[in-house]
Structures are given as structure tokens and as C-alpha cells.
């Protein structure tokens, strides 16, 4: 029998799919991932707008920004 270290029982099929918590530590795990993911998201946005350089970004002209007004003092 598969156990989660909260108590629970692990359906064995839940377990063999890689979930080694039960089902309710399984959804609070995912909520919480959820949750970073989305604040880490918000922060990348407010630091700046350049946070997704793609290999098809011009990071040249990212850095001959030399005008300041970037924000930072
Ligand atoms: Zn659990």
C-alpha cells in the first residue's frame, strides 16, 4: 500500500503515474506551483520589459540603450 507522508492512501495507479502524494496533497501542491508561477510571471513583468529575449531578439539594440530611463538609479 502507497502512502502519502500526510497520512493518506495512494491510489497505486496515482503513484505509478509519478505522483508520489495522495490526491488532496497532490491539488494543494498544484495550486501552490500555480500560484509561484504566476507571481514569479507578475514580477518578470514589473521588473522590465525585456524578460523574454527570444533567439530572435536583437540583444544589440537592447544594449545600445544608453539614454538611461530605465528606471534605475
Ligand atoms: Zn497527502
Same mark, same amino acid.
Given at each position: 500500500?502507497?502512502?502519502?507522508?500526510?497520512?493518506?492512501?495512494?491510489?497505486?495507479?496515482?503513484?505509478?503515474?509519478?505522483?508520489? &502524494?495522495?490526491?488532496?496533497?497532490?491539488?494543494?501542491?498544484?495550486?501552490?506551483?500555480?500560484?509561484?508561477?504566476?507571481?514569479?510571471?507578475?514580477?518578470?513583468?514589473? $521588473? !522590465?520589459?525585456?524578460?523574454?529575449? &527570444?533567439?530572435? &531578439?536583437?540583444?544589440?539594440?537592447?544594449? $545600445? $540603450?544608453?539614454? !538611461?530611463?530605465?528606471?534605475?538609479?
Amino acid at each position: 500500500m502507497y502512502q502519502c507522508n500526510c497520512g493518506n492512501d495512494i491510489h497505486p495507479a496515482r503513484f505509478k503515474a509519478g505522483y508520489h &502524494t495522495c490526491l488532496q496533497c497532490g491539488e494543494k501542491a498544484a495550486r501552490k506551483e500555480k500560484l509561484r508561477k504566476a507571481r514569479s510571471v507578475t514580477l518578470a513583468y514589473n $521588473k !522590465g520589459p525585456y524578460m523574454y529575449i &527570444t533567439p530572435g &531578439t536583437d540583444t544589440s539594440s537592447l544594449g $545600445k $540603450k544608453s539614454g !538611461g530611463g530605465n528606471g534605475e538609479r
